[in-house]
């Protein structure tokens, strides 16, 4: 995650610079915006990082989506630019003659579509489903991501606040 902020703070750094040689602002007044990022991006990662020290385990669930070796191209690459944080949602299968397989999806606002991602592993089903019929108000996140495309090695963790 290190690694990402980097990135995102050079990236972000290069925008800044491209703007002030354009405008042209003072060196004084660049490196006050850019130090005003660097302070914004590290108060963001304690808020995500703060959001994970301080966890009652009775009331989150976490499992790896299951089905993703299944996925087309497309959705291989739209999984590839998940990152953790990103909301998932949770629904019975209607096409499940039982009702007991529970759809991830992801919705990609570019397309304003829901992507289908994969299903909650069996063994979770009944207890995720449990979670979801008594608490309307539980929230589903990607709580990490592993996606390498070459060799098809696709895993995406989730959790459940509830």
Do not use: H
């Given at each position: 995650?290190?690694?990402?902020i980097?990135?995102?703070?050079?990236?972000?750094?290069?925008?800044?610079?491209?703007?002030?040689?354009?405008?042209?602002e003072?060196?004084?007044e660049?490196?006050?915006?850019?130090?005003?990022?660097v302070?914004?991006?590290?108060?963001?990662?304690?808020?995500?990082e703060?959001?994970?020290?301080?966890?009652?385990?009775?009331?989150?669930?976490?499992?790896?989506?299951?089905?993703?070796?299944y996925?087309?191209?497309?959705?291989?690459?739209l999984?590839?630019?998940?990152?953790?944080?990103d909301?998932?949602?949770?629904?019975?299968?209607?096409?499940?003659e039982?009702?007991n397989?529970i759809k991830?999806t992801f919705?990609?606002?570019?397309?304003?579509?829901?992507?289908?991602l994969?299903y909650?592993p069996a063994?979770?089903?009944v207890s995720?489903?449990e979670?979801?019929?008594?608490?309307?108000?539980?929230q589903c996140?990607?709580?990490?991501?592993?996606?390498?495309?070459s060799?098809n090695n696709i895993?995406?963790?989730?959790e459940?606040?509830?």
């Open positions: 995650m290190d690694v990402l980097v990135i995102f703070e050079m990236n972000n750094c290069l925008f800044t610079l491209r703007e002030c040689i354009s405008n042209s003072s060196y004084e660049l490196q006050d915006r850019v130090n005003l990022n302070i914004t991006r590290k108060e963001e990662k304690e808020q995500y703060s959001r994970y020290e301080n966890k009652d385990s009775s009331n989150y669930c976490f499992f790896n989506v299951a089905g993703l070796r996925l087309k191209a497309k959705t291989k690459k999984i590839a630019e998940l990152v953790p944080g909301i998932l949602f949770l629904e019975r299968d209607s096409d499940d039982y009702n397989m991830v919705f990609d606002i570019i397309k304003s579509d829901e992507i289908l994969g909650v063994d979770k089903t995720i489903g979670i979801i019929d008594d608490n309307p108000q539980y996140y990607v709580n990490d991501i592993s996606c390498s495309l060799d895993s995406i963790s989730a459940i606040k509830y």
